[in-house]
Every structure is written in structure tokens, then in C-alpha cells.
């Protein structure tokens, strides 16, 4: 007897843009995708693990993780993902893509948390996790074809990182495209063209001085990485028109949690730049890719 159906879909976990979290914020960038039947976790910031669960995920089922770059509102949570993941239940191999640095910090996580991992596998008889996890160095081209699925990723533009990618999911009847975080990039444009939803990073220009009041500890510093190495939600606007893409979904929010704005601001932003179908990224947020 068959099991239900997957449907394809992209549920965007954590929409915000930068590490911190206020009352009423939304979460660091998370995402979930499902194609072919495949549960496909890209990036890990602070709340994956709540927004996985909140999908319906069983956490023992996780088997395939992609992180863009080593920033922490990208991979902050990936070891405590795969650690709760082993606790309920996860004994198959989970693969991890991504740059360079990532399974140093893994060992990282491993030593901090040797004496519950040895504890558990002595007391409890479970698999020892440090056994489950395979890390793969991700560089420009194709990443992996898997399952029907096949991974490319281009190299982005945000500075001081040079590691920092955009990755390209594409099945014989869907194609996804994450821009992870990046200045205008006309390489985008090729890389997402046709997708049937390209994800992509954007700030508010207008919010961005109350921005910087809020965050309180930055300088000048702050502002000029935001104006080098990230989007406007026009540009990013341009970039989908260019590539010809059927949606857009914007995502990586810059700011997320000012109540002074909302969803009829992004809007307005992209407004004489994309006329298609416009998704506001929202924690939570389900896309259909049907």
C-alpha cells in the first residue's frame, strides 16, 4: 500500500535577514524543500529546528542539508538540529553541503557536547551521531544529482566572504532557485532563468537608517557591508524579471521586525520592477510549486 503523496513546495522558515532576534522578530534564514519526495533542508539559522517541526518533519527522517555561506544567521543551528535530530530518532546518514569550514565547525560542536553524545550512546544504546554525519566542500558548478534532483550552484557576491553561494534545485518538471545572500549578481539572472520560483534576498532602502538606531553596537562598518553585499528589493525585483522567472518570494529580509513596515512596503519597493507573482516571505510561509 502506497503512502501519501509529497507535494512539491518550499516552506521558508526563517525570513529574516542577519543574526538577531527582538520581541515580535521573525527568525534567521531556514528553509525547507520538498521535491521528487525528498525533504531538502537549506540553511540552518537560529529556529530551524522548531520551524522543521512546525512543517510536520519528523526530525529522524533528515537526511540531506545545503548551507550558502558561513555567516551565523545561515548555520548557527546546524549542530543542534543534527544533535535534537539523533535524539528523536535519526539513525541513516545525513549529508551536509557548504563551504569549506563547515565540518571544523562541526567538530567544534562534537567537542562541546562529547560527554551527552558518549553518554548517550553508552546509556541509551544509540548510533553514535559522530558516525551519521558526511560533510561535502561545495565549489561552483554541479553540487550533486541525487534522487532525480540535480544541485548546481554559482558563487555570489557578498563581501568579505568569497565562499557564499547561490544553489539551483532542478527535478524534469521543477526548478528552484535560492539566491543566498548577495549584491546584484547579473550571473543570477542566467543561473535562475525559467526556475519556477527564484528565492531571493532583499533590504528595504528606506528602513535601513532605523535599522542601524536599532542594532545599537554597529558603525559606519554595518551600513557600507549592507550597501556591498546585499540586494535592494528592487534590484532583486530586476533580476527575477531578467531571468524570466514565473515567481518570486523574497526572503532574507532586511529589516523583518519594524513595525513601521509590512508586506505593502516590499510591495511598493518592487513595484514597476516585477509585474508576476509577488511572495513576501513570512516565517512559516508555504509555496505550492504545482
Same mark, same amino acid.
Given at each position: 500500500?502506497?503512502? $501519501?503523496?509529497?507535494?512539491?513546495?518550499?516552506?521558508?522558515?526563517?525570513?529574516?535577514?542577519?543574526?538577531?532576534?527582538?520581541?515580535? /522578530?521573525?527568525?534567521?534564514?531556514?528553509?525547507?524543500?520538498?521535491?521528487?519526495?525528498?525533504?531538502?533542508?537549506?540553511?540552518?539559522?537560529?529556529?530551524?529546528?522548531?520551524?522543521?517541526?512546525?512543517?510536520? *518533519?519528523?526530525?529522524?527522517?533528515?537526511?540531506?542539508?545545503?548551507?550558502?555561506?558561513?555567516?551565523?544567521?545561515?548555520?548557527?543551528?546546524?549542530?543542534?538540529?543534527?544533535?535534537?535530530?539523533?535524539?528523536?530518532?535519526?539513525?541513516?546518514?545525513?549529508? +551536509?553541503?557548504?563551504?569549506?569550514?563547515?565540518?571544523?565547525?562541526?567538530?567544534?560542536?562534537?567537542? /562541546? *557536547?562529547?560527554?551527552?553524545?558518549?553518554?548517550?550512546?553508552?546509556?541509551?544504546?544509540?548510533?553514535?551521531?559522530?558516525?551519521?554525519?558526511?560533510?561535502?566542500?561545495?565549489?561552483?558548478?554541479?553540487?550533486?544529482?541525487?534522487?532525480?534532483?540535480?544541485?548546481?550552484?554559482?558563487?555570489?557576491?557578498?563581501?568579505?566572504?568569497?565562499?557564499?553561494?547561490?544553489?539551483?534545485?532542478?527535478?524534469?518538471?521543477?526548478? +528552484?532557485?535560492?539566491?543566498?545572500?548577495?549584491?546584484?549578481?547579473?550571473?543570477?539572472?542566467?543561473?535562475?532563468?525559467?526556475?519556477?520560483?527564484?528565492?531571493?534576498?532583499? *533590504?528595504?532602502?528606506?528602513?535601513?537608517?532605523?535599522?542601524?538606531?536599532?542594532?545599537?553596537?554597529?558603525?559606519?562598518?554595518?551600513?557600507?557591508?549592507?550597501?556591498?553585499?546585499?540586494?535592494?528589493?528592487?534590484?532583486?525585483?530586476?533580476?527575477?524579471?531578467?531571468?524570466? +522567472?514565473?515567481?518570486?518570494?523574497?526572503?532574507?529580509?532586511?529589516?523583518?521586525?519594524? $513595525?513601521?513596515?509590512?508586506?505593502?512596503?516590499?510591495?511598493?519597493?518592487?513595484?514597476?520592477?516585477?509585474?508576476?507573482?509577488?511572495?513576501?516571505?513570512?516565517?512559516?510561509?508555504?509555496?505550492?510549486?504545482?
Amino acid at each position: 500500500m502506497k503512502g $501519501p503523496v509529497v507535494r512539491d513546495y518550499v516552506a521558508l522558515l526563517g525570513t529574516k535577514g542577519g543574526p538577531a532576534i527582538r520581541p515580535g /522578530s521573525s527568525m534567521p534564514t531556514s528553509n525547507l524543500l520538498c521535491l521528487n519526495g525528498r525533504q531538502i533542508v537549506v540553511d540552518c539559522g537560529l529556529g530551524v529546528t522548531r520551524g522543521l517541526v512546525d512543517q510536520r *518533519m519528523q526530525l529522524k527522517d533528515l537526511s540531506l542539508i545545503f548551507i550558502s555561506h558561513l555567516h551565523s544567521d545561515h548555520y548557527l543551528e546546524l549542530g543542534p538540529l543534527l544533535h535534537t535530530a539523533w535524539t528523536a530518532g535519526l539513525k541513516t546518514p545525513v549529508d +551536509v553541503y557548504g563551504p569549506d569550514g563547515l565540518a571544523a565547525y562541526w567538530d567544534g560542536f562534537l567537542a /562541546s *557536547m562529547k560527554a551527552d553524545i558518549d553518554i548517550r550512546v553508552d546509556d541509551e544504546g544509540r548510533p553514535d551521531l559522530r558516525d551519521l554525519v558526511i560533510f561535502h566542500s561545495v565549489d561552483a558548478g554541479e553540487v550533486v544529482i541525487r534522487d532525480g534532483i540535480r544541485v548546481t550552484a554559482i558563487r555570489t557576491e557578498h563581501p568579505p566572504l568569497v565562499d557564499c553561494f547561490a544553489y539551483s534545485f532542478r527535478t524534469e518538471t521543477r526548478h +528552484v532557485v535560492f539566491s543566498g545572500d548577495t549584491a546584484p549578481l547579473a550571473a543570477l539572472e542566467e543561473f535562475a532563468r525559467g526556475a519556477d520560483l527564484l528565492i531571493h534576498e532583499a *533590504m528595504l532602502e528606506t528602513a535601513l537608517p532605523a535599522l542601524m538606531q536599532r542594532v545599537g553596537n554597529g558603525s559606519d562598518k554595518l551600513m557600507a557591508h549592507w550597501l556591498r553585499s546585499h540586494t535592494f528589493a528592487h534590484d532583486a525585483a530586476q533580476t527575477a524579471t531578467r531571468a524570466g +522567472v514565473k515567481r518570486l518570494a523574497l526572503s532574507h529580509l532586511i529589516p523583518s521586525d519594524d $513595525p513601521d513596515y509590512g508586506s505593502e512596503d516590499w510591495r511598493k519597493a518592487v513595484d514597476g520592477h516585477w509585474d508576476g507573482l509577488l511572495i513576501v516571505g513570512q516565517d512559516g510561509k508555504r509555496i505550492d510549486l504545482a
